[in-house]
């Protein structure tokens, strides 16, 4: 930041510049310019050569500026555009085959999010695993309704489809009956994983150590 405010205090850096992790980059014409309005000569080594005397100035550190030149580069037209499309576009989901195609896609977008054991279906909230089934429900009816899913009328126009509560809850439903549940060892690993699952919250961590020992996830 001392290097850009020294540059921008000599008048180099008007608006465009990139800070970098060692450095700073500012246009080529923005540097020639500068050069060029100087009542004396000079050239890139006299302007790095301030640059650090004003940095060891500010800072009371004495640093060496080096100038690494960018001979790679993208010419745009004059005439381009920008096309952008808005991450709401980009997520949209059409949804065609009804209830049941949408509780297959939110079973893959909560597919890291939800686990089902011995019988027990488990939600990862806050990076903390719980099976306390109102709080689970109440967690995935709010992703359903964030889930950005469409679905098309007669005339194909597209209507919002998950940010309905009746359809929200109706997914939730679907999903928690196609959710598969875990592999299980059985014997003691098995004891041990169900054990530390009845307490209704478990860490991240010790979710992880049951795993290894009793738990293959679906995939």
């Known amino acids: 930041m001392a290097l850009m405010q020294a540059a921008r205090d000599m008048g180099i850096v008007k608006i465009d510049a990139v800070l970098m992790f060692d450095g700073i980059m500012i246009l080529h014409e923005d540097v020639h310019a500068w050069i060029s309005k100087q009542n004396v000569p000079v050239d890139l080594s006299d302007l790095l050569q301030r640059l650090e005397m004003a940095i060891q100035r500010h800072t009371g550190f004495e640093v060496r500026l080096t100038h690494k030149p960018m001979d790679q580069g993208l010419e745009l ?29 939110f079973l893959q977008m909560v597919s890291d999010e939800v686990k089902r054991c011995e019988g027990v279906v488990y939600a990862r909230i806050s990076c903390i695993w ?11 009816v709010v992703k359903a309704l ?30 928690m ?3 598969a549940s875990w592999k299980s060892c059985g ?11 009845d307490t209704g919250t478990l860490s991240s961590t010790a979710l992880w150590r049951a795993s290894t020992t009793c738990t293959v996830p679906y995939r």
Do not use: F
């Open 177 to 179: 009956s196609h959710l």
């Open 187 to 197: 014997g003691p690993a098995r004891e041990s994983c169900a054990s530390r699952m």
């Open 77 to 105: 037209p004059a005439d381009w555009e920008q096309q952008t499309t808005s991450p709401e576009e980009a997520s949209k989901i059409i949804i065609k085959d009804g209830e049941r195609e949408a509780s297959n896609v």
């Open 130 to 140: 719980t099976c306390e089934k109102d709080r689970v429900k109440d967690y995935l």
């Open 146 to 175: 964030d889930a950005n899913m469409y679905t098309l009328d007669s005339r194909g126009k597209e209507l919002l489809y998950s940010a309905r509560l009746s359809c929200a809850e109706a997914i939730v439903r679907a999903t």
